[in-house]
């Protein structure tokens, strides 16, 4: 693995040409490597997916986490501190927030009303983005044309909403969570934008962290975005962001995850992948039907998981009931 630079000047993207794991042999510049043909991409798709195996089929790989699963979970908290994941609402624009979250007041108590007075106030948001701590349901992600489970997205999706893989159909989920803090194990601050998370560095995590990744866990990658944006300023994670290598997502296919987050939104960026701009995107919620945490803050849950010295706890998402809703705005919990 390859520290990145806490001296870099440029709040932008580092050009470091190697990965966390060493390797140096993606594109020149990006070190997102290696480099990946869409063909195989294809081939790793059909590797990975499992259409056709559970019901309802719009649960995805939450299927996998039964009232055992649940029961066994509870049992990762010791201390009972609570840590949030969400990101502050935000409504200031920026290089990461082209869309801003609104929020106003609709009424200050100052309308002439029986006791007691109220105030009251009103906030709106286009979640998917880089600003919002949100989860994205089965149907927002399709590839070549098609959402989990073979659906075709032009069918099931439209200006109502989806008529499948809705987040309305996922509930709420409480399962076992485990945290790959990344900068932690490298003994750095943070993965610069670009730096690419391979299969190696996930058993090399789990190992340093002793944990290990099971059937219907949770899996939350800290790149150490939100510090890094703290002390150098907001950039485009769009053009550069640290995240999992596709090369990464058959291993954990294997282990049976029931959800993927970070705090950036799972991909590394630039994508390794010609002409798929968020290939663990696809991987996930299309192939594998696993939801996705995005723009988590970890920074807290990172100085809670060393403190304890242990790096799974029980988590808790539970998204607004939206029918035919994308996804949702959460405020993800551990409890350690």
């Known amino acids: 693995m390859t520290p990145s630079s806490a001296d870099t000047p440029n709040p932008g993207p580092a050009d470091t040409g190697k990965g966390p794991s060493g390797t140096g042999n993606g594109p020149a510049g990006t070190g997102n490597g290696p480099a990946v043909s869409r063909r195989e991409f294809d081939a790793l798709f059909e590797a990975v997916r499992t259409w056709g195996r559970w019901s309802p089929a719009d649960r995805g790989a939450w299927n996998r986490v039964t009232e055992d699963h649940v029961r066994r979970a509870t049992a990762a908290v010791r201390s009972g501190t609570v840590v949030p994941m969400a990101l502050p609402w935000n409504t200031r624009p920026g290089p990461d927030n082209r869309k801003p ?118 899996v939350l990658l800290r790149s150490g975005h939100v510090r890094r944006r703290t002390e150098r300023g907001a950039w485009d994670p769009d053009t550069g962001s640290a995240g999992f290598h596709v090369d990464a997502v058959p291993l954990l296919a294997e282990r049976g995850v029931a959800l993927l987050g970070g705090d950036g939104d799972s991909d590394v960026r630039p994508s390794p992948v010609d002409g798929v701009h968020s290939p663990v995107h696809a991987l996930a919620v299309a192939a594998m039907g696993v939801p996705l945490l995005d723009n988590l803050d970890l920074e807290a849950l990172s100085v809670a998981t060393a403190e304890a010295g242990r790096h799974e706890f029980l988590l808790v998402v539970t998204p607004l009931h939206i029918p035919g809703g994308t996804g949702s705005p959460v405020t993800p919990v551990a409890v350690l």
């Open 101 to 218: 979250a609104l929020h106003h007041m609709t009424d200050l108590g100052d309308v002439e009303s029986p006791e007691p007075s109220t105030h009251k106030d009103f906030i709106a948001v286009d979640y998917h983005g880089k600003a919002v701590t949100h989860l994205d349901a089965l149907c927002h992600v399709a590839y070549r044309g098609q959402l989990y489970d073979g659906r075709a997205a032009r069918e099931v999706v439209d200006a109502a909403g989806a008529r499948f893989g809705a987040v309305s159909a996922l509930g709420p989920l409480v399962t076992r969570g485990v945290l790959l803090d990344l900068p932690a194990v490298l003994g750095i601050p943070w993965l610069e934008p670009g730096q690419a998370v391979h299969a190696e560095d996930v058993v090399a995590a789990e190992k340093a962290l002793d944990v290990t990744i099971g059937e219907g866990d949770a």
